[in-house]
């Protein structure tokens, strides 16, 4: 989800936590597990694009392919801990 209004700094101060995320949530009872904000403060319109990605690389570990998004960074986040590869 991308924040709003787009463009206007001075309207969206912090870094607007959430928006342009990729966030870890247990299914059962609905508790954040993990979040991992992908851009800060989106003022560009930078969003995330698409869903991403869960698989195993070939070392055997579980991983995520967060979405990409338009400022053409590309990370990848270890599935059980969210924490960055």
């Keep these: 989800m991308d924040p709003a ?8 101060p912090g870094d607007n ?3 342009d ?5 247990d299914a059962t009872s609905g508790r954040m597990l993990a979040y991992n904000q992908l851009v800060k403060h989106d003022f560009h319109d ?9 698989f195993t690389s070939r070392a ?3 991983l995520i392919d967060p979405p990409d ?3 053409g ?13």
Aim: cysteine-free.
């Design 69 to 71: 998004t338009a400022n």
């Design 60 to 62: 055997g570990r579980k």
């Design 5 to 12: 209004p787009d463009f206007l700094v001075e309207l969206r």
């Design 46 to 54: 930078w969003d995330v694009s698409d869903s991403g990605a869960i």
């Design 21 to 25: 995320s990729l966030v870890a949530l």
């Design 73 to 85: 960074w590309l990370t990848a986040y270890h599935a059980e801990s969210g924490r960055e590869v």
């Design 17 to 19: 936590l959430y928006t």
